[in-house]
């Protein structure tokens, strides 16, 4: 299985700062036949099921706010928060969809300093 | 608006299965794999599988090999996740998820999970 691994587990960001989360993934996940990178981020918010954000390691999911950006290819990748707002604050998870079974990272919880 | 509409929250045995539904309106409901994935508490979130619509195949997670069962209904735009012999660990909130597809330079390009359900708790308590 592809073990994902996200750093840090938590982060502590002031509204208006930048968040950043990365990703590690223990395989590479570039998907040969179109040269994509096989790597999402999601946001989970308590109550509510979690929400696509970005595909492909960088392309934003329709309505997605362009403070959400992804980067990043092979193995390792970021999501970046450029300015922090108090809806953010979430649960947010890499996953890769290369190969079965599709795993998670264990998760990066933001908060509001 | 495509949506996927899970069924209510369960309360189950240990022992017990479970059988949640997972009802797809909006879009061509075999043109899209449906996925499972569930989140307990405490614990981060957890893919247990897919089904494909169109033919009824199905792919599971190893940690759910004989255990789980995934079906659709294409009368009725419905896929199903049953889960048997219950445990107290099983303890989560179970989404179903839609496939995201998008056709590239003629290439079909899987994306992530773009459309997911609310949500079904399922407790297994004795």
């Known amino acids: 299985d592809i073990v994902m691994t996200q750093s840090p587990d938590s982060l502590t960001v002031s509204l208006g700062e930048r968040a950043t989360i990365n990703c590690k993934s223990s395989q590479n996940v570039v998907y040969s036949a179109n040269t994509k990178n096989y790597l999402s981020w999601y946001q989970y918010r308590p109550g509510q099921p979690p929400r696509l954000l970005l595909y492909w390691a960088s392309t934003r999911e329709s309505g997605v706010p362009d403070r959400f950006n992804g980067s990043g290819s092979g193995t390792d990748f970021t999501l970046t928060i450029s300015s922090l707002q108090a809806e953010d604050v979430a649960i947010y998870y890499c996953q890769q969809y290369y190969t079965t079974p599709w795993t998670f990272g264990q998760g990066t919880k933001v908060e509001i300093k | 608006q495509v949506q996927l509409v899970q069924s209510g929250a369960e309360v189950k045995k240990p022992g017990a299965s479970v059988k949640v539904s997972c009802k797809a309106s909006?879009?061509?409901?075999?043109?899209?794999?449906i996925h499972w994935v569930r989140q307990a508490p405490g614990v981060g979130l957890e893919w247990m599988g897919w089904?494909?619509?169109?033919?009824?195949?199905?792919v599971f997670a190893e940690k759910f090999q004989g255990r789980v069962t995934m079906t659709r209904d294409t009368s009725s735009s419905t896929a199903y996740m049953e889960l048997h012999s219950l445990k107290s660990d099983d303890t989560a909130i179970y989404y179903c998820?839609?496939?995201?597809?998008?056709?590239?330079?003629?290439?079909?390009?899987?994306?992530?999970?773009?459309?997911w359900g609310q949500g079904t708790t399922v407790t297994v308590s004795s």
């Open positions: 909006g879009y061509t409901f075999t043109g899209h794999y």
């Open positions: 998820a839609r496939e995201r597809i998008t056709v590239v330079r003629g290439i079909m390009a899987v994306g992530g999970m773009d459309v």
């Open positions: 089904t494909n619509p169109k033919s009824g195949g199905t």
